[in-house]
């Protein structure tokens, strides 16, 4: 790649923001060009990179500088820049905008993390909070034994479905065609049951079993806070 | 370079480079001077210094050289001001490592 065709390649992939941007962009590297001579030419494109890299960085900073600091989707550009690590002095949106993100995952990872450490430490607090919390754990866990249940049971009619399919064309081989036919037939219709339990076994796994679980720890995180709040008040 | 440079020491520094120029200095000379002292892509000053000059800490005027026209950058009393703030933030922040790093500060 040549100049000339950097720069219109620049161009091109500018050509959606303001007339005036653009322009000056543009002016700045005619004139980082010129001034760096003819004969540092090939240097001077392979150290800016890419028009693509050269356009991303521009736009990403007229994004980032502009009022609207509602939209932080760059991280991809972030890394290409040579200074992907903002927390010195200057706050901008972007960089308020990921901390708060990072705030909201910890938390969610707190509530999971309690919950697990509930699970484990029931049995010890069973006694002072009169074995409650045991009672809820156990109901928690019980859509997981379902779903176990109903796991294995689908496992169970595929391996049946496959198997009198198997001996159903087995038989229809070696004489007795009816009973063959039957047989496959008999397997279809179990294989077709196996697929049903399995659709539900998903639609559970990924819709009911969240649903329930956030419930769960709505439910355990209002208990937590009333007890908190009861011996405060003590 | 195994640190990162932020924004702001970024900024600190074009603001440095710029400011040593009474007369002003232009985009390729600004992008060598910052590469004298530290790793940066050349992509990366551009964007700086619109944001400067739009900050009002730089201004920028054009003057005829070799037949075309050059833009140059020279540092405005905003950026001074502002530059001489970067210099104290970063004379704390740079001693205080350094203080550590040589186990100089008490814990």
Known sequence: MNRAQFMEQLKKLLSDISEEERQEALDYYESYFDDAGEDQEANVIRELGSPGKVAAIIKADLKDSSQDYGEYTEKGFEDERVRPEPEMMQKRGGRAERGYHAERKGGNAGVILALILLVFVSPLIKGAVGGILGVIVTLALLPFLIVFGIGAAVLVLFAVGITAFGAGIGACFSGSVGFGILGAGIGCIVLAVALAGLVFLIWTATRVLPMLLRKFVDFCSRLVNRNMKKEAGL | ?107
């Open chain 2, 1 to 107: 370079m195994v640190f990162n440079t932020g924004a702001a020491l970024l900024d600190a520094i074009v603001l440095a480079v710029v400011s040593k120029e009474e007369e002003g200095t232009y985009g390729y000379k600004i992008t060598q001077d910052v590469r004298s002292v530290l790793e940066v892509s050349e992509s990366t000053l551009y964007p700086v210094l619109r944001r400067l000059q739009k900050d009002e800490c730089l201004e920028t005027y054009d003057m005829a050289y070799a037949g075309r026209n050059r833009r140059y950058y020279k540092i405005t009393e905003k950026g001074t001001a502002q530059l001489n703030l970067y210099r104290v933030e970063w004379k704390n922040y740079s001693t205080k490592i350094s203080k550590l790093f040589e186990g100089g500060i008490e814990l």
